[in-house]
């Protein structure tokens, strides 16, 4: 497979996740959080991050979330960061 298309798949494997989790978890939790949308998505980007440092320094295995899910929500927060930025986060 090609560079472009392992990035475009990625991408759209992402978004597909983020529309689920948008689905079940609705805009009120980023665009009411405490601080605003900005602090409690950089709180979150914090503590993935976080987690991300300890599986990699460790080696531990996870029972749940994979090292690579980590990466995923990563990537997912700083898309709705981006949003946020942007003004195309919804404020309800």
Sequence with gaps: MEFKDVVY??????????????????????????????????VRIHDKTARINHLIDSGATPENESLRDSFVDLCNYAIIALMVLDGDWPND
């Design 9 to 42: 798949k990625l991408a759209k494997d992402n978004a597909d996740l983020l529309l689920r989790k948008h689905r079940d978890y609705g805009p009120s939790n980023i665009a009411l959080a405490p601080g605003g949308p900005l602090n409690g998505l950089r």
